[in-house]
C-alpha cells in the first residue's frame, strides 16, 4: 500500500517561514496527484494546496494564495510546502495526501484522496 509521510512542521514567530515535506512511497511520483490539508482545533479540515505533478498543475485555497508555494523534487519523491509570511491562523497539524491520477486526472484541494499521512504540527505563535 502507498506510504505518505509529512515532516517539517514546529513552532514559528508571526511573519516566519515553514518548509513542509511530504515523501510518497510509490513507483513513480508521476502517477500521483498531492494534496495538502490542515485541521485547527474546533475545525474541519481544509484543503490548502494541490499539484498534479506531471502536468505541473497547482492550486490553491484563497487564505494561502501569494504566501504558499506546492513543489515536487522528483527524485527524492517528495512533495514540498513552502509557507511564507505565515498568520496564527494558519497554525493546525497539516496532511498530506496522495491518489493515483487514473483516478483523479487533474487534482483538488477537496479530500477526495485515498492516501493519508498522520500528520505535521505548525504552531505560529510569538
Known amino acids: 500500500q502507498l506510504q505518505v509521510v509529512e515532516s517539517g512542521g514546529g513552532l514559528v514567530q508571526p511573519g516566519g517561514s515553514l518548509r513542509l515535506s511530504c515523501v510518497v512511497s510509490?513507483?513513480?511520483?508521476?502517477?500521483?496527484?498531492i494534496g495538502w490539508f490542515r485541521q485547527a482545533p474546533g475545525k474541519e479540515r481544509e484543503g490548502v494546496s494541490c499539484?498534479?505533478?506531471?502536468?505541473?498543475?497547482?492550486d490553491y485555497a484563497e487564505s494561502v494564495k501569494g504566501r504558499f508555494t506546492i513543489s515536487t523534487d522528483n527524485a527524492k519523491k517528495a512533495v514540498y510546502l513552502q509557507m511564507n509570511s505565515l498568520k496564527s491562523e494558519d497554525t493546525a497539524t497539516y496532511y498530506c495526501?496522495?491518489?493515483?491520477?487514473?483516478?483523479?486526472?487533474?487534482?483538488?484541494?477537496?479530500?477526495?484522496?485515498?492516501?493519508w499521512g498522520r500528520g505535521t504540527q505548525v504552531t505560529v505563535s510569538s
Open positions: 495526501a496522495a491518489e493515483q491520477k487514473s483516478n483523479m486526472p487533474d487534482c483538488t484541494i477537496q479530500p477526495h484522496y485515498g492516501f
Open positions: 510509490g513507483f513513480s511520483l508521476n502517477h500521483y496527484v
Open positions: 499539484i498534479s505533478v506531471s502536468g505541473g498543475g497547482t
